[in-house]
């Protein structure tokens, strides 16, 4: 097979040069806009598998430029690095052909592509940092381009949740800032290594080293909603049905989650993380937020809000397997990066399709869909249940782990939480559930008993949930998500 | 070196001559300033070119050479903001071609391309003198012209704006030569090599306080800033990209090089200058906060960036000056550009929609897109989000004041960053609301060749952050700080 040292470069510009060329389409030229949008999503599919390959095959791509003295621009395809490409570039192609049927006749089409476009490909250049800095550069960029986003609507409330959004993540990201200077000025270098940078520094200067610790993991927290910097993200969901699967489930959230990752792995390294007593903070405070996410997700009648809470408490499993400094934890919060986006994003879709077929937006309302829209909620169901755990389902396989790391790690409340946290999962599911498919429909007046919605809305939803069926059921197979996070795993922790 | 000899005098002597020719043909002035700024950018891309392969240029005028003569320099600061100057003054003066063709506007078409190549003029000498006293003769020139460009569209309240630019001017201008006076008296000479060399007596520092009072007073340090909100506000807005892009400019480059070639003064002094820049970046984000109008509030932020210049320039104390003065350097260029952009786009969004007041950007059915995209552009450059040249700016500024433990600068900086955030979203909420419309919103409206040019400064703004390293690294030819050259 031919060698391409760019191929990182041209997954990014696939979803880079593709924006440009949205925002200029004038907005009737529909047909035009959804060939390049989806052509553009099934090339990085491809370019992203060839990659993968690569990089299994031990093939290493480092691309890097200077920008200050020392200080390099610098992109690079490690295994964790695909782990989230694949993850961006699957549910790209699947969130488009939503996004296309969810806004066929909506205003503001060009822009609107133009955006989430230039936002998968911020997802990207996050997932390629070669260093801090360059993670820097695409997290703003990552804010910028999810803001018109937010805002689609364009109406007051949309407005002040996407300055409620800025303010949170720009503060965020003045901080990152703060921190990328911090490291700069500490450890004289920026780059994401295996095994950390600051093991001399933090031997000289433990405090120094600390503080850097909590400026890093309070800027990353905010885009990954850990208490108390989540306010955010239930107030954002004003934004569409596809923007706030995307964010939920690959964009914002998971940038901070994965941020979180490289500080704790490369940065820091697990063992000087360790060592300067930071893991076990960072454990409890994600413990926390599991838990006071789930207790707020059962106040929510808004089906969006009790799912942006839900995913607050989700989230915060990857951070909660980052820090228990066990590879087994590990591999179960990498996995959980992967499970929880192919389960979130069906919700949000589903949840979309909802408002979209028969108009229901609350949970109070769902009596009966179930009978009205069979294949959307049984795509719910399924991504419902995986998210409470159940076998063999993915939300299982990461818990499964997770649990099994507590208990290498000798932190036996892990066990007590996890079942805590999916009992209340389940407190908070399985009403919806059993609303949908037990309870007759209130005799509402103008919904329809079956509503159509084009294929565009219906297929992606039941997708995603094949997905989470397969990447639970077939866990051990190559190339799953799990066997690769295996893959990373052995990366970060043998160094 | 006749080569290098020419290309330094075309740059202040071509402006010049085609300043007195659109002034003698007002018809086909908008040719002739073209014409003279094409070739004065190839002058200075000739001169680039020069320094960049054989360091500093030094060309004694009239072959006497200093302390008796007039000697010219280019180094590379010199050569970045000349630049500076030629690269945002082409864009501008090409968008000025759409924005003056109003049939109402004769007279401004008039008078604009002679103003406007004086202004050249004047900047261009201020970037290659070599004393101190050619240094206050050019910045006379450019005050004549920058007034001239505020009051060009002859309102009420750009005539009171140019009037009361006037007074601070001639006040600064004053307090400048008053201290190259005292200069003289104590040291017999005006040129940089002989300041160099100079004890710093007491007198001699009250004369450096002197004109660096006029020199703040030039750029709107604040508390001195009171004249440039509405003087840059109420211009139209080639001039006010022009005033706020370039001619602020030239007298910060001036305190560039007084803390170069001058012994500075203490380093309680520069502190003080540091707070007088925090200062305006808290008041200048406060009033962009409460300002009505969009032009205003560009303006207001013209006076906080002005104040982070002044807070890069002191960031690590008088020690820290050797470095220091390249953090100032980026954030001058990035200002540069990404504000001539912006007020060029403020102009277009005021031409398109009809007014520009905030509140109700958002009740017009048109969106002159492409103008609004440029705004946010250039704002992502002044926020100072990466990748831009504002980015890098406050990167080496932040850097700096960090690694010395000067830790109120960085806090300051982010005040002052987390103010601007606040107040240009303001903007965007205009730009993005569409509840409030009655009309159905076209796609597309408002989009003209008009744009090109502000585009182009926006993108520059953004770009040139990720070249930041040759642009230091040209700083630095010919400019060893502190070091006799």
Known sequence: ?495 | MSVDISAMMLAIFLPLFGAIAAFLLPRAAALIGLVALALTTGAVIWLAREVWQSGAVILPLGGWGAPLGIDLRADGLSVAMLALTSAVGLLVSVSALDALKGAGQSRQRQYFWPLWLLLLTGINGVYLSTDIFNLYVMIEVIALAAVGLTVLSGTRAAVQAGLEYMYASILGALLFLMGVGFVYLQLGRLDFAGLMDAEPTGALIAAVALMFVGLALKTALFPLHFWLPAAHANATAPASALLSGLVVKAALYIVLRLAQYMPFPSEALLTLVGMMGAGAVIWGGIQALRAERLKLLVAWSTVAQIGLIFVAFARAGELGLTESWKAAALLILAHGVAKAAMFLAAGRIKDEIGHDVIRDLDRSPIRPTLAQFTFALAAISLIGLPPSLGFIGKWALMEGAMASGYWHWVVVTMVGTLMSVAYFSRVFAGFLRFDRVRAPVGEHQGWALADAAPLTLAFAAIGLGLMAAPILSFLEIGYPFGVAP
Not at chain 1, 61 to 73: A, K, N, S
Not at chain 1, 127 to 135: C, E, I, Q, V
Not at chain 1, 259 to 265: E, K, P
Not at chain 1, 446 to 451: D, I, L, S
């Open chain 1, 1 to 495: 097979m031919m060698d391409a040292p760019l191929l990182p470069l041209f997954i990014l510009l696939t979803s880079l040069l593709a924006s440009p060329v949205l925002f200029a389409l004038p907005e009737r030229a529909a047909r035009l806009r959804t060939a390049i949008n989806l052509g553009m999503a099934a090339l990085k599919v491809m370019l992203v598998a060839w990659l993968s390959l690569k990089v299994a095959q031990g093939v290493i791509y480092d691309l890097r430029f200077e920008v200050l003295p020392g200080l390099e621009f610098k992109l690079q395809a490690d295994p964790l690095a695909i782990l989230f490409i694949a993850l961006s570039a699957v549910l790209w192609l699947i969130t488009t052909v939503y996004s296309v049927g969810y806004l066929e006749h909506g205003p503001h089409r060009a822009r609107f592509f133009g955006f989430f476009s230039l936002c998968v490909a911020a997802t990207v250049g996050i997932a390629m940092s070669g260093n801090l800095f360059t993670f820097l550069l695409f997290y703003e960029l990552l804010t910028l381009a999810t803001y018109p986003l937010v805002i689609h609507c364009g109406n007051a409330e949309a407005l002040r949740a996407g300055r409620t959004y800025l303010i949170y993540t720009l503060a965020g990201g003045l901080v990152l800032l703060l921190g990328t200077l911090g490291l700069w000025v500490l450890a004289g270098t920026t780059d994401f290594v295996p095994g950390g940078v600051l093991t001399d520094a933090a031997a000289q200067n433990p405090l120094a080293a600390q503080l850097l610790f909590v400026v890093l993991i309070g800027a990353l927290g905010v885009k990954a909603a850990l208490f108390p910097l989540h306010a955010w993200l239930p107030i954002a969901m004003v934004a569409p049905a596809p923007v706030s699967a995307l964010l939920h489930a690959v964009a914002v959230v998971k940038a901070g989650a994965f941020g979180i990752m490289r500080v704790v792995y490369e940065v820091f390294g697990i063992e000087t993380a360790q060592a300067l007593g930071m893991t076990a903070p960072l454990a409890a405070l994600a413990g926390v937020t599991i838990i006071y996410g789930s207790l707020k997700a059962i106040t929510q009648d808004d089906i969006k809000k009790r799912l942006a809470y839900s995913t607050v408490s989700q989230v915060s499993y990857i951070t909660l397997g980052v820090a228990l400094a066990s590879p087994i934890a590990a591999v179960g919060a990498l996995a959980h990066l992967i499970h929880q986006g192919l389960m979130k994003i069906t919700m949000f879709m589903a949840a979309g399709n909802l408002a979209e077929g028969l108009g229901v937006k609350k949970v109070s309302q769902m009596d009966g869909v179930g009978r009205a829209m069979p294949g959307t909620m049984l795509a719910f169901s399924l991504a419902a249940l995986g998210m409470i755990g159940l076998p063999p389902l993915a939300g299982f396989v990461s818990k499964w782990y997770l649990a099994q790391g507590g208990l290498e790690a000798g932190q036996g409340w892990v066990i007590a939480l996890l079942l805590g946290s999916s009992l209340l999962n389940a407190v908070y599911f399985l009403p919806m559930l059993h609303r949908a498919w037990f309870r007759d429909g209130a005799a509402d007046a103008g919904a329809p008993a079956r509503p159509r919605i084009g294929w565009m809305l219906a297929a992606p939803p039941v997708t995603t949930a094949v997905l989470v069926l397969v990447a639970g059921g077939f866990a051990n197979a190559p190339f799953s998500p799990l066997e690769w996070t295996r893959f990373i795993v052995d990366i970060e922790y043998l160094e």
